[in-house]
């Protein structure tokens, strides 16, 4: 399967569970993990340290919809600029036009060839000719679509796998372990700040 086709397969589904009219966007439950060795620089576990601490973003964004869970008046989708769709104003999810990327690509330098051990979520990419998972943008939450806006670039890591898998559903934590490249990275839906080639991704069972 191309990756044309792919994406337009996916079309509303960034990160799917969205309804009209609105979704409700789920972040990821860190999982416990083994201690590193001593002598070892720890791996990057936490999706805060790809962004600089002068950068701020609030994860998952936290306004998504006209109602939730039950408030009225809560709803559009706010970043920490202000910028995006004001509270109480209804996402137009029958529009062809597609939400645009907001919030900082600025990088962590120090981030460069460390080795990550994080949780997240798949936005697949790329198959290979058995169908198969070999391309995808690994994201902190899922729940968002086509018409609200994907995470900032600096939390979005652009992963080509090792071994390519069969790919769940797309609400199915994972665990991506690899070497991180500070590596900026497009794609029609989102881009990326970050890149993690030959890495591995296993499903976190919970």
């Not at 939390?155 to 609400?171: C, E, N, R, S």
Request: aromatic fraction near 6%; charge should be negative; proline fraction near 10%.
């Amino acid at each position: 399967m191309n990756r044309s086709l792919l994406l337009l397969t996916l079309g509303c589904l960034w990160m799917a569970g969205c309804t009209s009219p609105g979704c409700d966007a789920v972040a990821v439950v860190p999982q416990d993990k083994p201690a590193p060795s001593a002598t070892a620089e720890a791996p990057i576990d936490r999706w805060d340290a790809l962004r600089p601490d002068e950068v701020t973003y609030q994860r998952p964004p936290p306004q998504i919809g006209l109602s939730r869970n039950g408030m009225d008046r809560v709803g559009g989708l706010i970043d920490d600029t202000g910028s995006g769709t004001p509270p109480g104003q209804q996402i137009d999810h029958s529009s062809p036009d597609r939400a645009r990327q907001f919030g900082s690509s600025q990088v962590v330098d120090a981030a460069d060839g460390r080795a990550v051990d994080l949780d997240g979520y798949v936005v697949p990419l790329g198959t290979n000719d058995a169908g198969l998972v070999d391309e995808l943008l690994f994201v902190p939450f899922y729940g968002a679509c086509i018409h609200v806006p994907p995470p900032p670039p600096n939390q979005i890591i652009h992963v080509t796998l090792a071994t390519p898998i069969t790919l769940g559903d797309l609400w199915d934590p994972y665990r991506l372990v690899g070497r991180l490249q500070v590596k900026r990275f497009d794609a029609d839906i989102a881009s990326a700040s970050y890149d993690a080639a030959a890495a591995t991704l296993t499903a976190i069972h919970n």
